[in-house]
């Protein structure tokens, strides 16, 4: 249905690419992102204040 309603609008058609991220829940593990490289985990309450700064 959704396929269909693409052709119609531009809008609709570039989101029928996107639907397969909501056939399953994400899961983010950093443990490789953490072993690369050497970053000071902060809150997100903390880090939107450094980016205000």
């Known amino acids: 249905m959704i396929q269909m309603?693409?052709?119609f609008n531009p809008?609709?058609?570039e989101s029928v690419e996107m639907?397969?991220?909501y056939d399953s829940?994400?899961?983010f593990?950093?443990?490789k992102f953490d072993s690369a490289?050497?970053?000071e985990k902060?809150?997100?309450a903390e880090g939107i204040r450094n980016c205000l700064k």
């Open 5 to 7: 309603a693409g052709l």
């Open 11 to 13: 809008i609709i058609r």
């Open 19 to 21: 639907l397969y991220q």
């Open 25 to 27: 829940e994400y899961i």
């Open 29 to 31: 593990d950093s443990d």
């Open 37 to 39: 490289f050497t970053f």
């Open 42 to 44: 902060v809150s997100y």
